[in-house]
């Protein structure tokens, strides 16, 4: 199963990756990052390596593992 | 690209399946890996990367020269790995021109946001286009002037509230906003002009696809291409990024249908 890994202090949180991810596997996190916001964190579950997340980015902080 | 842990058993992959013929990583190397200063949600980072992976699927990235605008992205060279010069407000055409009659064999491309190419710089884009100028544009239209304060752009929507259309724009007193592609299609030296978005992941890969032809279209010395993308700008449109996202599926690409305009 595949995976994804979000750089937490990259993160702005505008949660463009968690409507995108047809799986629902994202969230926002409970605690604040470096900058000050709740950053988006992988839930886990059944990643399927799509990619939607990490297409819609702005910031290049998400990484997929296969 | 680096393995963040060699010893793990699960390799980093390609991120990003953005067509069957190609497989990109998630940060291309024409992108540095640095932090942009663009708010959460803008629609620069995202544009910004799309271009950096089609150069380096091509592997120009050595022949490339870009032209960055004045507007939010004016400090597109600090996230660009390759040749990137300025122009004064809205003449990144009249710079490429120059640069690609000068030094034919580079990638020119302009990077303009829609104060910059249709307002102060309409008569450059026309120009250029109408001279079938060997060079590709990228024009982001996020419907208002970002850099500045979020006050109103030729494309701004009707009904639209920026900084300086408070009660919304009214067609009788600032005038219809303007769909630049449709009008730089009627110019035979436009050989492609495609709209697309990136409000969701299928658009973004539709982007993708579009800018890589826009491309090909100057390696193969085709002429002018244009590709209008449709982005977000939360702050000044007042809302989050997922509305902002949901405003272009809803509103903006009612009024700036997305697809083909011209090619030929
Ligand atoms: C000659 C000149 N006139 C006006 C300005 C002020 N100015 C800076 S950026 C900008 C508009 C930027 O809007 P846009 O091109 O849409 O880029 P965005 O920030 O929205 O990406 C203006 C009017 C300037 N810098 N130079
Ligand atoms: S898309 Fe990127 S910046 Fe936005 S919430 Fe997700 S990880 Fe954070
Ligand atoms: S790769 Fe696809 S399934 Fe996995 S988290 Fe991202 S969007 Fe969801
Ligand atoms: S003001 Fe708008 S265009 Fe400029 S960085 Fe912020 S969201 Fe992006
Ligand atoms: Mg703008």
Redesign the interface.
Known sequence: MA?IKINKD?C?????CI??CPNGLIKVSGELNIRG?KPAVFSGGKCT?C??????????G????? | MKK?NSKST?????????DSSSVVL??PES?Y?V??H?????????IH?LICEAIDDFGIRERVIAVAPVGCAVIAYDYWNFDVTEAAHGRTPAVATGIKRVRPDNIVFTYQGDGDLAAIGTSEIIHAANRGENITVIFVNNGVYGMTGGQMAPTTLAGQRTATTLNGRSLKREGYPIKILEMLAVLPGTKYAERVS?H??QE??RAKRAIKKAFRLQIEGKGFSIVEVLSMC?TYWGM???QS?DRIKNEVSTFYPLGVIKSC
């Open positions: 995976k990259k702005k949180g505008c949660y463009l409507v995108n916001v390596g990619g939607m997340c990490a297409l819609v980015c702005p910031d290049c998400i990484v997929i593992y296969k | 963040k699960k390799k980093e992959t390609p991120a990003l399946r953005v998630a940060r992108l890996d932090e942009n663009y708010c959460a949600g803008c629609g620069h980072g995202i990367r990136v969701s992941a973004v890969v939360p989050t990024p997922i996202a």
